[in-house]
């Protein structure tokens, strides 16, 4: 036995050889998380992962309960309100996770993007976060309809739609992603494999490569920062970062558990599919932005029809947000760019503009 | 002897590649296409009733009000404009497919997804909409509605 194994009992040397504990060590004792003016923002990513995990779990227990059909699925949810013991709190538990997860996954982004963390070599952990966060965005989507209710039902009517207004492509498009020509009972089930299934799937395979990615480049020190000769001072991960990580991740347990408590999920009516929309339907409000620019488009743009131009406005968006590594070259010299920073501060004044319009200006006028 | 078979530059290495690789993707395609074609959903009998007879009566619809009914698979809404008409239009809104209802206030054909109007004709006037409403040919037979796609 080697003499820096004594201070390990039998099991950790019987571990060792056979798991090589002894190199995780290594690794956790060599990572380290630089301290600057900055650091704060390093928490959301791990706020994100934590409330992951979280969907995770209540999701498991929902599947429980939950039946995939247009005749049992707001029944089964409405007796998991009503008739299941703390079923009214898994539910709200995931809903509000969920919510608070695509917050914290925007902080994140939005953070990483004006401390150009994405630049060199870490291009590729940008582009699966990028990757992630549309993956995100279709969780909700996909998970929004599962309770069969009426705003579920036409939100979406609407966002199964937008592919459709693409031309050749699109009625088929629309086809597969609904299972036939209207939503119906066959998109709920098409909409819950993805759900439970397929996103989970890809997502985890996503942030196993978005996770050792960070892991082999440590975390990004932003250049202003290294210009200023800063960020050198630094604290290793294990246990200070990752101690200082849980006081993030019990912070965001506790909005949560008072968000499920005092607002829990509600459930509406049921979907009926020969009813028209109700008055003031809206999507989620991580949505709401992009539904209310298609609310204020006209029904014509240069002869295209506008919700056409719209929807291929936030694909290009879209696009340009996962390319920016790409296009921000000066950042890449190492020069400083305030053009990015303009662009990233434009992107979230307009989402937030669009979001409070959609949430103020009135349904009916 | 198999070598002398084939090109004079391949030899068995290459031979085997091509083979693996070649078994590979018949064996990638053979997976892919049952489930690509799985997934398509299969096509439904489209409703190819023209015409449909409804359960309110004349009498029951109200002056400068609307309502919704069932034509074949698709809905459509029937609206009694305050001129005393009766009239019918398909309900799905061009835009992105909601439903439309009718407000009795502006007395327009209105969805309430994205803030569209159209007129009494059915014509869009004002919101996104790009298209008009298909109008349908409204019969009353004595307290009967009967409902005809145009021809």
């Keep these: 036995m080697e003499p820096q194994d004594a201070k390990h009992g039998k099991l950790w040397t019987w571990l060792d050889e056979r798991v090589g504990l002894k190199e995780l060590d290594k690794l956790a004792k060599k990572k380290q998380v630089p301290v600057h003016r900055h650091s704060v923002w390093y928490y959301f990513g791990g706020m994100t992962l934590f409330l992951f995990t979280i969907q995770v779990a209540t999701g498991i227990l929902l599947l429980l309960y939950y039946r995939p059909s247009s005749g049992e699925a707001y029944e089964s949810v409405q007796f998991l309100m009503t008739e299941v013991q703390f079923g009214w709190l898994v539910r709200s538990l995931h809903a509000w996770s969920a919510n608070l997860m695509i917050f914290t996954l925007f902080v994140h982004l939005f953070s990483t993007l004006m401390l150009r963390a994405y630049r060199r070599p870490r291009e590729l952990t940008w582009l699966s976060g990028a990757g992630l966060m549309a993956l995100t965005m279709a969780f909700g989507f996909t998970g929004y309809l599962l309770p069969w209710n009426k705003l579920a039902f036409f939100a979406t009517s609407v966002g199964t739609d937008i592919p459709g207004v693409f031309p050749v492509v699109g009625p088929f498009l629309r086809r597969l992603l609904r299972g036939g020509d209207e939503v119906t009972g066959a998109t709920l089930t098409r909409f819950y494999g993805i759900h439970v299934a397929v996103l989970p799937l890809i997502v985890t395979l996503l942030l196993g490569l978005h996770l050792f990615f960070v892991q082999k480049h440590g975390m990004s020190v932003p250049p202003e920062v290294e210009r200023e000769g800063g960020g050198k001072r630094v604290m290793p991960f294990l246990p200070n970062f990752l101690l200082r990580d849980a006081v993030g991740w019990l912070a965001a347990l506790g909005v949560l558990a008072a968000l499920a408590a005092f607002y829990p999920a509600e459930l509406g009516e049921k979907a009926d599919p020969f009813q028209p929309a109700p008055i003031g339907i809206k999507p989620e409000w991580y949505f709401m932005f992009m539904f209310q620019t298609l609310k204020l488009l006209p029904s014509h743009i240069l002869g295209i029809e506008g919700e056409l131009v719209g929807i291929l406005a936030f694909g290009l968006g879209g696009a340009f947000l996962a390319a920016i590594p790409f296009l921000d070259r000066r950042t890449a010299r190492g020069e400083t760019n305030r053009l990015f920073s303009w662009i990233a501060l434009a992107i979230i004044l307009y989402m937030l503009v669009l979001t409070y319009l959609g949430y103020t200006m009135s349904a009916t006028k | ?151």
């Design chain 2, 1 to 151: 002897m198999p070598e002398e078979t084939l090109q004079p530059n391949m030899d068995r290495r290459n031979f085997l590649n091509w083979f693996l690789g070649t078994a590979a993707g018949a064996f990638l395609v053979s997976v892919l296409y049952p489930v690509s074609r799985y997934l398509i959903p299969p096509k439904v009998e489209e409703s190819t009733a023209r015409s449909v007879m409804l359960s309110i009566k004349p009498v029951d619809v109200k002056l400068n009000s609307g309502q919704i009914f069932r034509f074949g698979n698709q809905p459509a809404i029937l609206v009694h404009t305050p001129a005393g008409e009766l009239k019918a239009f398909s309900a799905v809104c061009t835009h992105l497919s909601c439903i439309v209802q009718y407000r009795s206030d502006v007395s327009h054909i209105w969805c309430a997804c994205h803030n569209g109007h159209y007129d009494l004709n059915g014509k869009n006037i004002a919101g996104p909409p790009p298209k008009p409403l298909d109008e349908y040919v409204v019969n009353v037979k004595g307290d009967q509605i009967v409902v005809n796609k145009k021809a």
